[in-house]
């Protein structure tokens, strides 16, 4: 899996060098805040080794053996913009413990790890101290429209990513 994941960064380096590519977000009161495909690139590689622990976990809990709770999994197929769903469904998770997975890694990363790569329009850090990034995460993850945002954003980035991917892989 860790070849994997690095296999996965050089990519993702090697189409920053190429072009560079971000999300913006509006966090209100004209507050704009920057995602660079960069920091992402670390920011994914956390959320992988997040993903990875939080599965095994369930999996040990007897997760792996059920099925994916088809509801949770239509209610959020519905929630992301129609311009995504279908690359979204082809990372359709293959059991429970993958599902819950997902969900958990999500509230991490806009609760825990999204603050501390945000950066304004001069490429400065929005949140540059540890109290500063949780006081983001806490707001982020308990205030349902920064959420929304923020998921969309994220799927935004990553939907970026899959098309420079494949840009790289085919040059």
Known sequence: MEKTQNKAIDILKKAYEKDTVEVNFDLGGGVIANLSLADAADMFAEQGCIKEDKQYEYEKK????RPIDEKKWETYLKSVKPEHRERIAKDRPCNRAEQRADEDTQRIII?????????DENGAFHFPDEQSQQKFGRMA???PRL??????????LTGKVSEIQETVKNS
């Open 62 to 65: 007897g997760y792996g053996d």
């Open 147 to 156: 959420t929304k945002l923020i998921t969309d954003k994220l799927i935004e």
């Open 111 to 119: 609760r825990d790890l999204l603050a501390k790569y945000l950066r």
């Open 141 to 143: 993850i308990s205030t």
